[in-house]
């Protein structure tokens, strides 16, 4: 029996795009059956099945005309190996980061504010730098709150994930922080209603909500919190990093 490589090379694609469709949509499943809240149409998931079906759709096609067509000739291999390879590509493209950055720069800004996310614009190293930082002024909660939650709390949609912010701070510091945070990372949309009363994601230590027109009114009550030195040289590290001028100190 003849080695078949075309069968061979093709076999281990479907293998790969297919079982990575079981990995990603498995536990998106899973997590639905476990009854964790889940948000189904999330950023670019209909984007990513468009490609995906193309891409299978063109694989599947190359394949079946590859063994349909009455002719074992190099040159209808080949063109059938080269279409089951762009069809390959295009389930394969869902999945990079440049299509996902590329998805989310072309949403419109009325879509953006519909979305249950704060759209803050942070890199990855920024995000640890932060969590470090807070947690080595002890600010949260060491305990109920991994770098991976407060991630996830402050670049993705709410309803795809159970993580939760703990802060070790009381209301004025609170409001001290989120004013840093947006004057440091002004593209995002952020509000204060959002971030501390809407989500339900950004709560105290004890596991209550802090109290949206207490953290609101906080200035009128005292000019700077006793954690103000301790924020203002955390995101003054922050901003000099990313090449901003330094965050002012008062408020």
Sequence with gaps: ?????????????????????????????????????ILWNTKIEKPRILFIGLGLGVMHLAVYSQYTIESETLL??????????AGFFLSILPWTDKFKSNMQGQKPVSSLKKDKNFNLAISEGQIQKLYHNLMRYDLLNSEKTSLLDFK????????????KIHFNMDGASCREFYDYLTRTFPEN??????????????????????????IKSAPLKTVSSKQNDRLNKIFQELALNQ???KVDKSF
């Excluded at 996830?152 to 993580?163: A, G, I």
């Excluded at 952020?190 to 802090?210: A, C, H, Q, W």
């Design 243 to 245: 090449g901003r001028s």
């Design 152 to 163: 996830k709390v402050l670049t993705e949609n709410w309803e795809t994930h159970n993580s």
């Design 1 to 37: 029996m003849s080695f078949d490589l075309f069968k061979y090379l093709t076999t281990l694609g479907f293998i790969y795009i297919y079982g990575r469709l079981i990995l990603h949509y498995g536990e998106m499943l899973w997590v639905y059956m476990m009854d964790e809240g």
């Design 189 to 214: 949309s952020l509000t204060m209603k959002n971030f501390f009363e809407t989500s339900k994601l950004v709560i105290r230590s004890d596991g209550k909500p802090y109290k949206y027109n207490t």
């Design 76 to 85: 209808v291999v080949a063109i059938s190996f080269l279409v089951f390879l």
